[in-house]
């Protein structure tokens, strides 16, 4: 199984950039690499997922390195809002084996 | 388009009792998943359905945990009996179920108390 290990917590300023990294050594060929935005008493919702190279769309970037043992989320230009547990999941499809786990999680605060 | 819902949000049981929450996951996701998460802890899967059939329960404790998803639409989860260690926010997800996509969508969960 892919264990994943990431950060405890982060302390960033509004309209900086926050990176947050996911280590996750034993990846496997077919796994993805999902992370995850969770605030209190609600549960994660999707931010972005890849499998190698550079991801972004409108709200972050994956960038994911050519050994795929690690992977790092960048929020551009964060704000008070984005104070929350950021959650990085690897996994596979299930008709090949895949499991799907989650990281233990990184609390952002952000602050003005 | 609506989320997943789940219920109750809240329950408090007695150890030794047993307890049951329901998920309807979004209208045409053939993927059904049900988390458990202790407090601080990210999200551990129990189990994993693809349409009514399931793919993956392997963290599932079988002697005091039972699920089902009859027709392949809502779910319910079942503790019997509870132990005090199984007091964690219950999530339920759902994904449209494509091979090559994670993008999971989850509901405001259940909080179970133990006592």
């Known amino acids: 199984l892919a264990k994943t290990t990431q950060p405890i917590s982060m302390d960033s300023y509004e309209g900086q950039e926050v990176n947050i990294t996911c280590s996750h050594n034993?990846?496997?060929?077919?796994?993805?690499i999902t992370w995850y935005q969770q605030f209190p008493s609600q549960g994660p919702r999707f931010i972005i997922q890849?499998?190698?190279t550079k991801v972004t769309n409108e709200v972050a970037s994956l960038f994911i390195p050519a050994d795929r043992k690690s992977s790092t989320l960048s929020l551009p230009r964060v704000s008070l809002s984005d104070t929350a547990v950021y959650y990085c999941?690897?996994?596979?499809?299930?008709?090949?084996?895949?499991?799907?786990?989650f990281g233990q999680g990184t609390e952002l605060s952000v602050k003005p | 388009e609506a989320g997943v819902a789940q219920s109750p949000r809240y329950k408090i049981i007695e150890k030794r009792q047993s307890v049951a929450f329901w998920c309807n996951p979004i209208?045409?996701?053939?993927?059904l998943y049900w988390y458990q998460q202790i407090l601080g802890q990210g999200p551990k899967l129990l189990i994993q359905?693809?349409?009514?059939?399931?793919?993956?329960d392997s963290q599932l404790p079988k002697d005091r945990f039972s699920a089902e998803r009859l027709k392949g639409v809502d779910s319910t989860l079942k503790i019997q009996p509870a132990k005090l260690e199984d007091s964690a926010v219950y999530l339920c997800?759902?994904?449209?179920?494509?091979?090559?996509?994670?993008?999971?969508?989850f509901g405001p969960g259940t909080r179970l108390t133990v006592t």
């Open positions: 890849g499998y190698k």
């Open positions: 359905f693809q349409n009514n059939g399931v793919v993956d």
């Open positions: 999941l690897v996994g596979g499809p299930y008709n090949q084996g895949g499991k799907l786990i």
């Open positions: 209208s045409g996701h053939a993927t």
């Open positions: 997800a759902s994904s449209a179920g494509r091979a090559d996509s994670y993008e999971q969508y």
């Open positions: 034993n990846i496997a060929t077919n796994d993805y």
